[in-house]
């Protein structure tokens, strides 16, 4: 079982910048995939970026390339930096481990879910 637990979500202005956390626990290897996935009102959930726990295989999705940077410390936490916050980025914000050590970016590759944290940029 692997627990994850998101923060940092809020309200910002266009231009703006927040950092989310995404805190993990349980049964987590060096080898899992963890990612960000988003979640718009009436949309599909997207993917936003991934990496795995040792920082190999990082990539972003194209909306947010040059914009935002996932990154890690050195326990089981993980965070996403988002810059030049848009407007199209309001949504529902959610990380993500999968089991499988290949790489995937689909949600159904993806066997645990954080609770999410809202977004919202204000134009």
């Known amino acids: 079982q692997v627990q994850l637990v998101e923060s940092g979500g809020g309200l910002v202005q266009a231009g703006g910048s927040l950092r989310l956390s995404c805190a993990a626990s349980?049964?987590?290897?060096?080898?899992?995939?963890i990612s960000w996935f988003r979640q718009a009102p009436g949309k599909e959930r997207e993917f936003v970026a991934a990496?795995?726990?040792?920082?190999?295989?990082l990539n972003y999705g194209d909306s947010v390339k040059g914009r935002f940077t996932f990154s890690r410390d050195n326990a089981n936490t993980v965070y996403l930096q988002m810059s030049s916050l848009k407007p199209e980025d309001t949504a529902v914000y959610y990380c993500?481990?999968?089991?499988?050590?290949?790489?995937?970016?689909?949600?159904?590759?993806?066997?645990?879910w954080g609770q999410g944290t809202q977004v919202t940029v204000s134009s």
């Open positions: 349980g049964r987590t290897y060096w080898s899992n995939m």
């Open positions: 993500a481990v999968r089991t499988n050590p290949g790489v995937g970016y689909a949600t159904s590759d993806y066997d645990y």
């Open positions: 990496m795995r726990w040792t920082g190999m295989n």
